[in-house]
């Protein structure tokens, strides 16, 4: 079954960097496009970016472009969000999910349990 596994949440202060990791495991990583969505508290949910399966074409959400990086490794089978310039609003437990083809213009198949991020002084 496919697996997909959030790390590296947890408290930053406004301004500063973080980076989350997502490992893929289960199925070929490297055929898949990937997206990142998170849910802030009482809210519902929010697609942040997208990244097709080579890892040369990405998308993100109007709210965090220009201060978040989505990348990929597909030799580990990893997934990452590079996050800067942080803010409160940015607060949220953020979910990797899996595309159900190479492109990131395919609906959402599987989920993550997801990685909370608290953006607090």
Not at 47 to 61: L, R
Request: with cysteine; glycine share 10%; net charge positive.
């Amino acid at each position: 079954e496919v697996q997909l596994v959030e790390s590296g949440g947890g408290l930053v202060q406004p301004g500063g960097s973080h980076r989350l990791s997502c490992a893929a495991s289960e199925f070929t990583f490297s055929s898949y496009a990937m997206s990142w969505v998170r849910q802030a508290p009482g809210k519902g949910l929010e697609w942040v970016s997208a990244i097709n399966s080579a890892g040369v074409g990405t998308n993100y959400a109007e709210s965090v472009k220009g201060r978040f990086t989505i990348s990929r490794d597909n030799a580990a089978n990893t997934l990452y969000l590079q996050m800067n310039s942080l803010k409160p609003e940015d607060t949220a437990l953020y979910y990797c999910a899996r595309r159900r083809g190479r492109d990131y213009y395919y609906a959402m198949d599987y989920w993550g349990k997801g990685t909370l991020v608290t953006v607090s002084s």
